[in-house]
């Protein structure tokens, strides 16, 4: 048996998220299914973290074990021609027996992009969230500064998931602004349920002016999620990248799950 570890992307609008679930098309469901028959055996796959209804991937890193002999190399070429044209097997290697692609993880990469003109751009309807009142960027970056480093994010944390801690390490959030779209990049340990949307959110009203920048920090220390913003739509968001370095699965580690943003 090998252990294989494949990349894939999708484009999330016709999907009840990546997790399996019965009655619904979701990308496990589909990812599943098609490797099983092609690779002759039934395959059940682990992902890195589990994007919700609407959310969109780039690199989303799952796993799976197979007997069939097909060279690795030519998997991906394989899968897309048996894949439904909204996923996309973008890599594929053979990994170590103890390999998680969860667990491993070091950090994942999620990019949330802003229809910030009056009128929208119709390609990015199903990719980026219409905000057409002007957006203060430098008053959005102000913010973000007081989330970089390790903290307690329950105030964006939505109800529905329970992982213990609500501890986690913001490593950076990038946000720019070209052409009138607003690109906001966060990087973490790992992510809280709805998390990256909901600091999102919090960011938009600061960029319209509803909030001080300073307030960030006060949400940040009330550990309450009616401190901050609303919920941005799932639409604009996209797991770009997982990162892995040296591994350290340690019981408290394991603890440290990505929900998805």
């Known amino acids: 048996m090998r252990h294989i570890k ?11 998220g990546f997790q399996r679930q019965k009655g619904l098309r979701t990308v496990q469901e589909e990812l599943e299914r098609t490797l099983t028959s092609l690779l002759g055996h039934p395959v059940s796959v682990k992902a890195a973290g589990r994007t919700d209804a609407g959310v969109h991937a780039e690199g989303q890193v799952v796993s799976f074990w197979t007997s069939c002999p097909i060279p690795v190399e030519r998997l991906p070429v394989v899968l897309n021609g048996l894949l439904p044209p909204d996923i996309v097997a973008k890599e594929a290697k053979e990994v170590s027996p103890d ?4 667990f491993d993880a070091s950090s994942r990469v999620y990019r949330y992009l802003i229809d910030n003109r009056l009128v929208p751009a119709a390609l990015l309807r199903r990719y980026a969230w219409h905000v057409p009142e002007p957006l203060d960027v430098e008053a959005m970056r102000n913010a973000s500064r007081h989330l970089i480093g390790v903290h307690d994010f329950a105030s964006f944390h939505a109800s529905g998931s329970d992982l213990g801690s609500t501890v986690r390490e913001m490593k950076r959030i ?18 809280l349920y709805h998390m990256a949307r ?3 959110g919090t960011l938009v009203e600061i960029g319209l002016g509803e909030r001080h920048p300073d307030e960030m920090r006060e949400i940040l220390m009330a550990r309450d999620r009616s401190a901050a913003g609303k919920t941005a739509p799932p639409h604009g968001l996209c797991l770009m990248q997982v990162k892995y370095g040296r591994r350290r699965r340690s019981r408290e580690h394991v603890k440290v799950q990505d929900e998805s943003g």
């Open 6 to 16: 494949l990349v894939i992307g999708y484009d999330g609008t016709d999907f009840h």
């Open 174 to 191: 990038v946000i720019s602004k070209r052409n009138g779209i607003v690109s906001i990049t966060m990087e973490a340990n790992s992510f």
């Open 99 to 102: 390999f998680h692609p969860r």
């Open 198 to 200: 909901i600091i999102v």
